[in-house]
């Protein structure tokens, strides 16, 4: 069966048990306007779906973000502090690894948090996405204590609280091949990807509270993807059994 039969045959299946798959989508690395920003936002605008875009603090210019987001229907997350390595030789790539100072780590999150809040009062949710979507446990709680009311990583979640008071909604569908071609999947990998989570919503296997999430990248992005994709999601919204929730559904509840 191909990933749109697939994800069909899952969406009836949610439709005939009066079940509502809810979905989110999450765009990260944002720092500035660019050609690169302009397909996503249209795709937004044709499917009225919110995306959350992960703004990374540290040198983003947000007076031009401001400006070309004006009457835009996105949400902003805070995406780190600097998008800056800091694990340890032989580790994977993270921002807020184990192996780094907690002092440094608390202070950076809550700085990326104080800078955007200042920028975006209106259009900000306290939400932390850690780069590369890897964060130390120690960090996690106390991301609290820097303000965050929200925590989205990848993969599915393991409690809808990844601290008291730091609620987590994870995304688990991501759009582009990073361990091959660094490219867009195709619309049939993403169907696919997106009925295995729902399944695993509606059988038991994951959380079946928690949204299903959309992982885009628009700096990697050419428009001919985003075309498929709208196409995908334009499909995705027609279909009775579907909900396309914006971010603050996600996480302001």
Not at 145 to 173: Q, Y
Not at 174 to 193: H, L, P, S
């Amino acid at each position: 069966m191909t990933g749109a039969g697939a994800l069909l045959r899952e969406l009836d299946r949610w439709a005939s048990d009066r079940l509502t798959a809810t979905i989110w989508w999450r765009d990260d690395d944002l720092q500035r306007p660019t050609p690169a920003l302009e397909p996503l936002l249209a795709m937004a605008d044709a499917t009225g779906w919110a995306p959350g875009l992960a703004v990374i603090p540290e040198g983003a210019d947000t007076d031009a973000l401001a400006a070309r987001l004006t009457g835009v229907g996105a949400e902003l997350l805070v995406h780190g502090f600097a998008h800056r390595n800091h694990a340890a030789a032989g580790e994977k790539k993270c921002e807020f690894p184990a192996s780094r100072p907690l002092s440094g780590s608390c202070r950076d999150a809550g700085e990326g948090l104080t800078r955007l809040r200042q920028a975006f009062p209106d259009r900000l949710l306290p939400c932390f996405v850690p780069p590369w979507n890897r964060i130390a446990p120690d960090l996690v709680d106390c991301l609290t204590d820097s303000g965050f009311t929200g925590l989205s990583t990848f993969g599915p979640r393991h409690a809808s609280e990844a601290a008291p008071g730091l609620r987590r909604v994870n995304t688990h569908i991501d759009v582009i091949d990073w361990r091959g071609t660094r490219k867009f999947v195709g619309t049939g990998a993403v169907a696919a990807a997106l009925a295995n989570h729902l399944e695993a919503r509606r059988i038991g296997r994951a959380d079946a509270k928690e949204p299903s999430g959309l992982l885009t990248h628009h700096l990697v992005m050419v428009d001919e993807d985003w075309r498929a994709l709208e196409t995908l999601a334009l499909e995705l919204k027609s279909h009775a059994a579907v909900d396309l929730i914006a971010p603050r559904d996600c996480f302001c509840l």
